[in-house]
């Protein structure tokens, strides 16, 4: 890889500018890494960021909130907004470019194609949010080709969104590369999400509770159950008893298909944190309002 960082963060509007941008920097030999995010940035964001400077030798990241991925009563229009704030972030880690397009640069007029989610798109998200990962899927195929970087991150934090873009890489023989960073947490286990501004301070305390039902979890698996239907059971009795108002799902399932498990796992391995994960365990749910998603992948 080369060594020389670039000097200045270029922030480029038009796909063809991106594009001769990334095809640039791989002709002078360097490596790019790409993270596509919808702006509102946090530490999560900037992890990944971070992870794609150590995986390559410039980092380029599009800010667009893509309108496609939101349903009809979603929170599209009032998705943060944080565009000085995101570049500052972007300046001082060290991006080599953000790609920014208006909406129009992206769907034109005549725009109509639209890429067919694989199957592990059908459950959890994909039947709550009926064209949420058609949504995604068009864009990351179309924000690749405008980014045709050597390797994409993405967050775990979305965990179901990060199989969909594998299998969708896999399945079209994509060229890039992806590497899927763990989710960053605050101190007390929150999932860091651009969400969690919506919540209002008293009900921090409940949205703790994803966390909270999902280490009950691990604690479950570290203590020797392989019954993958008794942690399920656990998480749900928690959220229920820590007041989220709505559980959209709470599930533990195979952690690459999202399909059910066949039934008990095999016990805890001597070495857990270099096994494969297992199984994972999945949950969405609202408090006060605010939509919000966490896992975690059991060993
Ligand atoms: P978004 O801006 O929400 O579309 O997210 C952009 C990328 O950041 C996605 O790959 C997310 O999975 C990832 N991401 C969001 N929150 C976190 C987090 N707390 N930790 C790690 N990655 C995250």
Same mark, same amino acid.
């Not at 480029?12 to 790019?32: I, N, S, T, Y």
């Not at 960073?181 to 949205?207: F, I, M, W």
């Given at each position: 890889?080369?060594?020389?960082?670039?000097?200045?963060?270029? /922030? &480029?509007? =038009?796909?063809?500018?991106?594009? *001769?941008? +990334?095809?640039?920097?791989?002709?002078?030999?360097?490596?790019? @890494?790409?993270?596509?995010?919808?702006?509102?940035?946090?530490?999560?964001?900037?992890?990944?960021?971070?992870?794609?400077?150590?995986?390559?030798?410039?980092?380029?990241?599009?800010?667009?909130?893509?309108?496609?991925?939101?349903?009809?009563?979603?929170?599209?229009?009032?998705?943060?907004?944080?565009?000085?704030?995101?570049?500052?972030?972007?300046?001082?880690?060290?991006?080599?470019?953000?790609?920014?397009?208006?909406?129009?640069?992206?769907?034109?007029?005549?725009?109509?194609?639209?890429?067919?989610?694989?199957?592990?798109?059908?459950?959890?998200?994909?039947?709550?949010?009926?064209?949420?990962?058609?949504?995604?899927?068009?864009? /990351? &195929?179309? =924000?690749?080709?405008?980014?045709? *970087?050597? +390797?994409?991150?993405?967050?775990?934090?979305?965990?179901?969104? @990060?199989?969909?873009?594998?299998?969708?890489?896999?399945?079209?023989?994509?060229?890039?590369?992806?590497?899927?960073?763990?989710?960053?947490?605050?101190?007390?286990?929150?999932?860091?999400?651009?969400?969690?501004?919506?919540?209002?301070?008293?009900?921090?305390?409940?949205?703790?509770?994803?966390?909270?039902?999902?280490?009950?979890?691990?604690?479950?698996?570290?203590?020797?159950?392989?019954?993958?239907?008794?942690?399920?059971?656990?998480?749900?009795?928690?959220?229920?008893?820590?007041?989220?108002?709505?559980?959209?799902?709470?599930?533990?399932?195979?952690?690459?298909?999202?399909?059910?498990?066949?039934?008990?796992?095999?016990?805890?391995?001597?070495?857990?944190?270099?096994?494969?994960?297992?199984? +994972?365990?999945?949950?969405?749910?609202?408090?006060?309002?605010?939509?919000?998603?966490?896992?975690?992948?059991?060993?």
């Amino acid at each position: 890889m080369a060594t020389e960082p670039p000097t200045e963060m270029r /922030v &480029l509007e =038009l796909p063809a500018d991106a594009r *001769a941008w +990334v095809r640039r920097q791989q002709l002078g030999g360097r490596r790019v @890494a790409f993270v596509p995010t919808m702006g509102a940035l946090h530490e999560g964001h900037l992890a990944l960021v971070r992870r794609g400077a150590e995986l390559a030798d410039d980092v380029a990241v599009s800010i667009f909130v893509n309108p496609t991925q939101f349903g009809p009563n979603e929170d599209f229009s009032r998705y943060p907004r944080t565009w000085e704030d995101d570049l500052r972030l972007l300046r001082r880690d060290g991006v080599g470019m953000v790609f920014a397009p208006a909406a129009d640069q992206m769907y034109g007029s005549r725009f109509s194609t639209l890429v067919a989610p694989p199957r592990v798109a059908e459950a959890f998200e994909g039947s709550i949010r009926p064209t949420h990962f058609q949504g995604v899927c068009t864009v /990351v &195929l179309k =924000l690749f080709q405008i980014v045709p *970087a050597d +390797v994409a991150v993405f967050g775990q934090k979305d965990y179901q969104q @990060a199989r969909v873009i594998c299998d969708m890489v896999a399945d079209l023989n994509l060229d890039i590369d992806v590497n899927v960073y763990p989710t960053v947490r605050d101190p007390d286990g929150l999932a860091l999400s651009s969400r969690n501004r919506y919540l209002p301070a008293g009900d921090r305390e409940r949205a703790l509770a994803l966390w909270r039902a999902l280490s009950l979890v691990a604690r479950l698996r570290e203590a020797g159950s392989c019954d993958p239907s008794e942690w399920q059971a656990a998480m749900v009795e928690e959220l229920h008893r820590s007041g989220v108002d709505t559980i959209d799902y709470a599930a533990v399932v195979d952690p690459q298909t999202l399909l059910p498990l066949p039934g008990p796992l095999s016990p805890l391995p001597s070495d857990p944190a270099n096994a494969p994960p297992v199984a +994972v365990a999945l949950i969405a749910a609202r408090i006060a309002g605010t939509r919000l998603l966490d896992n975690l992948l059991v060993r």
